[in-house]
């Protein structure tokens, strides 16, 4: 077990946002301060109640939540920058090898 905890690039992650989101208010309450977590977590695929450990698709996402109401964004933590891709999957980007 080892108790490292994979920090998040915060500043990559608000870039991101500023560029994608600029000065977004919140959809349901209309108000504009949000807070980003430092913090990754997962969405794992539901299988029945039963915890599956290995290789499972998760979704790695960062919590935005609205400061006024709590609405809570779920950003991709990939796609936004927040974290890099771990180097063992860029074998899927090698061509045509799903067939
Ligand atoms: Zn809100």
Do not use: F
Not at 32 to 53: A, C, F, K, P
Not at 83 to 91: A, L
Request: one cysteine or more; proline letters at 5%; charged letters at 20%.
């Amino acid at each position: 077990m080892h108790m490292e905890k994979k920090k998040i690039d915060t500043q990559k992650l608000i870039n991101h946002l500023n560029g994608k989101w600029g000065q977004v208010k919140c959809p349901l309450c209309n108000h504009g301060q949000w807070n980003i977590s430092d913090t990754v977590y997962e969405l794992r695929e539901y299988n029945d109640g039963n915890m599956v450990i290995g290789n499972v698709p998760i979704v790695p996402v960062v919590p935005v939540t609205c400061m006024n109401c709590g609405n809570t964004v779920l950003v991709n933590a990939l796609l936004s920058g927040a974290v890099t891709q771990p180097k063992k999957v860029n074998e899927n980007e090698k061509e045509g090898g799903d067939e």
